[in-house]
């Protein structure tokens, strides 16, 4: 299977994505748990506009046996490009539950969970952003857009907050920006002259 790995991949290295992703689905019938194999394949039906393809096929790995960490990660992607986000929650959520509870998986769990409409939810995983990393501003700074009229992302289901509540995140954005961020500092600078 290393051998087909590296032949597809030479294969892909001169455009020919039909023949190397003939030969990756031969190795992977042969060798099913070949996670190199899987994500080249993956990746030749992403950049072939074919997310759903890429999406069936990791989902069938992930039922024969657990796909590893970037794997799911992979899948996860794929399900909120596609708009499943209900389906990229599971998959987040659970990476979340089993040990990788870290402020940037917190941020876009709560963004997912905006998306999906999902409000509270994308509530209680800002504010856990924000315990489990205070000293970052993004934390902050994620809560207050996502309840923010202005600046909540397009498909995006706003947040509910209290004024003084939202004061308080461009406040402490500012507090826990690094002085040597310039890019951080007039970010966080723009909006605290506009709205406090």
Request: aromatic residues 10%; hydrophobic residues 40%; negative net charge.
């Amino acid at each position: 299977s290393e051998a087909a790995v590296g032949l597809a991949e030479i294969i892909v290295e001169r455009g020919g994505h039909a023949e190397a992703e003939s030969v990756l689905v031969e190795s992977l019938e042969a060798d099913p748990e070949n996670y190199r194999a899987l994500e080249i394949v993956a990746g030749l039906y992403i950049d072939q506009g074919q997310p759903d393809k890429a999406i069936r096929l990791l989902e069938k790995q992930n039922r024969s046996s657990p796909l590893p960490d970037e794997g799911r990660l992979l899948l996860g992607r794929l399900y909120y490009e596609v708009g499943d986000y209900d389906e990229a929650l599971n998959i987040f959520e659970a990476m979340f539950e089993a040990g990788n509870a870290t402020p940037d998986l917190a941020r876009v769990l709560g963004e997912i969970s905006s998306r999906a409409g999902k409000t509270d939810k994308a509530l209680r995983y800002y504010r856990e952003a924000i315990r489990l990393g205070p000293d970052d501003f993004r934390n902050h700074l994620a809560l207050f857009f996502s309840a923010s009229s202005t600046f909540t992302p397009e498909k995006s289901q706003r947040v509910r907050i209290s004024a003084e509540e939202s004061s308080k995140c461009l406040a402490d954005a500012a507090s826990a920006v690094p002085s040597s961020d310039f890019d951080g500092l007039y970010l966080v600078e723009s909006f605290y002259d506009i709205f406090v």
